[in-house]
């Protein structure tokens, strides 16, 4: 591969990181669109819904391990919830993950469209919950819990997703889990679901390894400074941003599809 085609794609992953980390959210969301045109755009021959999807997958893997890794002294992270919805969203990812080899490209797209749909909205969402430490005992829907997060793991296996921009809403407002339990064990679950979306998209031949190292690189620099300055800027405005360009993104996605 050409080295500008790698230097394209570790600036697409820093850039989709620092993001990612100022606002909180998965970066698959926002590295999936930019790794399937930006490369088109700069005239590289770019890389196929598969392979972006498989890429992403990857990056998040190691992503949300280094989120973990941070908060596994906090006390934050919760057992019951990460058993409750970690296997649901470990067999919904597999499922996504293998899947997604039968569905066309228009098809992963579309996935992906739906999805982008529901984190522009879910990034609106009221995030205040109640402060609780871990050792106290929680009180959820454990049934509700598993059949969202089952279903919110197919859909991110499928287009390499951590799926953690619909597990924080899901956790806060439906489950009414205490805000800092929620980031923390949300990563842990997330990470869980990267296990099965990674391992399929690596058991269906749909990862570059060297994009996907590439990518990983950039997001493990960028991710924790993209933190650091989303404590210093009005993430309002971002959002709203963010939003709108992921938007913009799903409706360049559905026009393709359908012209």
Same mark, same amino acid.
């Given at each position: 591969m050409e080295l500008t085609f790698i230097l394209t794609i570790f @600036?697409? &992953? #820093?850039?989709?990181? %620092? %993001?990612s980390g100022m606002l909180g959210i998965g970066g698959a969301i926002i590295n999936y669109p930019m790794l399937l045109y930006i490369p088109i755009l700069f005239g590289f021959e770019g890389l196929s819904a598969y392979e972006v999807s498989g890429v992403v997958a990857v990056q998040v893997f190691f992503a949300t391990l280094s989120g973990v890794w941070v908060y596994r002294?906090?006390?934050?992270l919760n057992r019951s919830l990460i058993v409750t919805m970690g296997i649901s969203i470990l067999i919904g990812s597999l499922i996504g993950g293998f899947g997604s080899r039968l569905l066309t490209e228009e098809g992963i =797209? $579309?996935?992906y469209g739906l999805l982008a749909i529901l984190a522009s909205v879910m990034m609106f969402v009221p995030k205040k919950g109640t402060d609780k +430490? =871990?050792? !106290? !005992? %929680?009180h959820y829907n454990k049934f509700v819990a598993a059949v969202l997060t #089952? +279903?919110?793991?197919?859909? +991110? &296996?499928i287009v390499g997703a951590g799926g953690a921009f619909l597990l924080v809403p899901i956790m806060l407002v439906l489950l009414k889990i205490p805000t800092r339990i929620t980031i923390a064990t949300s990563l842990a679950v997330t990470f869980i679901s990267s296990i099965g979306a990674t391992t399929g998209k690596i058991a269906t031949g749909?990862?570059? #390894? @060297?994009p996907a190292l590439v990518m990983v690189a950039a997001s493990l620099i960028a991710s924790p400074l993209g933190a650091t300055l989303g404590k210093k800027i009005n993430s309002k405005y $971002?959002? &709203?941003i963010l939003a709108l360009l992921i938007f913009a993104t799903t409706i360049k996605i559905w026009f393709d599809i359908l012209y």
């Open positions: @600036l697409i &992953g #820093f850039t989709g990181s %620092l %993001l002294k906090g006390g934050y =797209n $579309l996935v +430490a =871990n050792h !106290e !005992e %929680l #089952f +279903a919110v793991g197919i859909g +991110a &296996g749909q990862v570059p #390894f @060297l $971002l959002q &709203g």
